[in-house]
T-cell receptor
Framework: NAGVTQTPKFRVLKTGQSMTLLCAQDMNHEYMYWYRQDPGMGLRLIHYSVGEGTTAKGEVPDGYNVSRLKKQNFLLGLESAAPSQTSVYFC????????????FGPGTRLTVT | QQQVKQSPQSLIVQKGGISIINCAYENTAFDYFPWYQQFPGKGPALLIAIRPDVSEKKEGRFTISFNKSAKQFSLHIMDSQPGDSATYFCAASPQAVNKFYFGSGTKLNVKP
């Protein structure tokens, strides 16, 4: 099992460009999450999904969109990147309601210039 | 407003010493309190977790102490080792929501 994988590992964008981050899990987990990690801020939840075809906003959703068309994939989109979105992005998954352990991917380091 | 407040921001401990990291919360709906360990360049991994019906949970050298009335919980690492050097995050989740709020992290450095 690969667990949770993220693509790409690194990316540099110019302000205004768009991109999509892909998260994939092979554990048949229902719940998936996107976080951003910034120095001194810990991990902040951007969006999450409790099942295929569903998404919900987290703490810091502005400037991001997500889609969960397949159970194993969770996509995070930036339509018009801003320097404030420079961060390390982590995807996570968990079994579902009542099972709290989250499994994290290795992260994507995004720089917006 | 951060829902879970963590301290200290960084911690230096000698090998064999005790590392203590503290977290506090306000939301009484939180009912699951995990600690995650993160090594440089890696994603966080679950270390240990506790629910509010117990005051302490121990797994090997790692112990969570939980004070429900004070709305505080802490991680104790006994006999700290250089391999424990990492960033530690506390977190909390409300009942049956699986939506996590993380602390700001503590960078632990265990000196040989």
């Amino acid at each position: 099992n690969a667990g949770v994988t993220q693509t790409p590992k690194f990316r540099v964008l110019k302000t205004g460009q768009s991109m999509t981050l892909l998260c994939a899990q092979d554990m048949n987990h229902e719940y998936m999450y996107w976080y951003r990690q910034d120095p001194g801020m810990g991990l902040r939840l951007i969006h999450y999904s409790v099942g295929e075809g569903t998404t919900a906003k987290g703490e810091v959703p502005d400037g991001y969109n997500v889609s969960r068309l397949k159970k194993q994939n969770f996509l995070l989109g930036l339509e018009s990147a801003a320097p404030s979105q420079t961060s390390v992005y982590f995807c996570a998954s968990s079994t579902g309601q009542g099972a709290y352990e989250q499994y994290f991917g290795p992260g994507t380091r995004l720089t917006v210039t | 407003q951060q829902q879970v407040k963590q301290s200290p921001q960084s911690l230096i401990v000698q090998k064999g010493g005790i590392s203590i990291i503290n977290c506090a919360y306000e939301n009484t709906a939180f009912d699951y309190f995990p600690w995650y360990q993160q090594f440089p360049g890696k994603g966080p991994a679950l270390l240990i977790a506790i629910r509010p019906d117990v005051s302490e949970k121990k797994e090997g050298r790692f112990t969570i102490s939980f004070n429900k009335s004070a709305k505080q919980f802490s991680l104790h690492i006994m006999d700290s080792q250089p391999g424990d050097s990492a960033t530690y995050f506390c977190a909390a989740s409300p009942q049956a929501v699986n939506k996590f709020y993380f602390g700001s992290g503590t960078k632990l450095n265990v000196k040989p």
